[in-house]
């Protein structure tokens, strides 16, 4: 028996209908809103997306279990693509350590940071990393996220890193809408002293057993000091897409000049994590199909007030896309709606811009823009109500969940209750 929902009466329905593709330029701007919209829902896709006029006119509406929208925003849900899901519980005292003016340096000594991740890791069964990614997960949903990304990279060494992503793979089986991304670059190998035997090692050795395995969708490194020279990171992501991997790569603060080139070079869904750029690199960007994921998290939660060229990357053509980061040592937030406030206070990115650019071109950063991040018809009925009226509300009260209900694939995965009052 097919399962028929309408969701009618929204003031905003936020379709994002437009272009195949990442959007770009003013395309961002574009929101495809529909006053009083309404979205018909069929055994978890969409069917039809309209004013809320015809769509409940419909025959199908008719055998539909409605959902009153009266009032409110509905936009698809976020996608989340980037997280580091399975690394961890809280880091507290490396977090007071930070606020007393501690370096990586000083916190590593101490015995926390990256290595104290892998050590626990390392120590933690599948089922304890499991269930703190769950809790993660459950976080994110309850804030507006219906898709996300996650990557593993914590391991620091090769029994590590297959850990974190069988953890992504029971996680997929339950049902969770979870991208796996292999993320390699640390040369955490110890009894392999040449960083060139190294990268064969995990092309010839790695990477075929986590394709064989179907343990990751997308490989990803890091192309900086510590990590793999530009040379090492061009022959293993072409490795990696010869195996029949999608392709990323991370770009943080300390990436090697050249690194935005490679990713265009290997055809990269994504150059993630990137904070500088030359004019060069942004033409190169216009003219790939790569997207640009900005994280605007770490920079708030590490005190460093350094947030990515937002502005730069969009009046230059190249497609963005805003992510969490989320990681317990620089962005323990799952909360997409306090990224857009970042980006749109600290990246001079517009609301619409900041909005598009959590949900389209996110999904496009994933290779999942055809399937999720728009309410279209065929897709996948990923989206979310907000208790507010407009959607500039979203980073207009920075902080705050304003998330009434969530539903992913046509299932409602969270809802939030009303307040009781007492009795007057």
Known sequence: MRKVTLVRGARQLVTLHGPIGGRRGPDLENLGIIQDGAVLIVD???????????????????????????????????????THLVSGP????????????????????????????????ADFSPRILEGQARNAIERAIRHGTTTLEAKSGFGLSDAGEIKILRVHSALQKQNAALVSTFLHGRLFSDNLSQTDQFVDWVCSRMLPHIRQRKLAEFVDTRCEEGGFTLEQAT?????????????????????????????????????????????????LLAQSRAV??????????????????????????AAVALASGYSPESCPSQNMQMMMALACRKMAMTPAEALSASTINSAHALGKGQQTGSIEKGKSADL???????????????????????????????QRSEVKWPDE
Request: glycine share 12%.
């Open 292 to 317: 640009a994921t900005l994280l605007p998290g770490p920079g708030f939660f590490l005190g460093t007030d350094r947030y990515p060229p937002a502005r730069l990357l969009i009046d230059g053509g």
């Open 384 to 414: 979310i109500m907000l208790c507010v009226p407009d959607y500039r509300e979203i980073p207009y009260h920075f902080g705050v969940n304003l998330v009434a209900l969530v539903m992913q694939r046509g299932n409602i995965l969270a």
């Open 235 to 283: 022959r293993y992501l072409s490795a990696a897409r010869q195996t029949g991997f999608g392709v990323k790569l991370h770009a943080g603060p300390h990436s090697y000049s050249g690194v935005v080139n490679v990713a265009v070079q290997v055809g990269a869904t994504s150059i993630d994590n990137l904070q500088t750029v030359t004019r060069e690199d942004v033409a």
């Open 90 to 121: 809280a880091r507290i005292l490396d977090f007071e350590m930070q606020l007393g003016g501690a370096s990586l340096k000083e916190i590593t000594h101490a015995g926390g940071g990256t290595r104290a991740i892998a050590r626990l890791i």
């Open 44 to 82: 978890g896709r969409i069917e039809d997306v309209g004013t809320s006029r015809r769509v409940e006119n419909l025959a199908l509406a008719r055998e539909a279990q409605e959902i009153d929208a009266t009032g409110r925003v509905v936009m698809p849900g976020f996608v989340d693509s980037h």
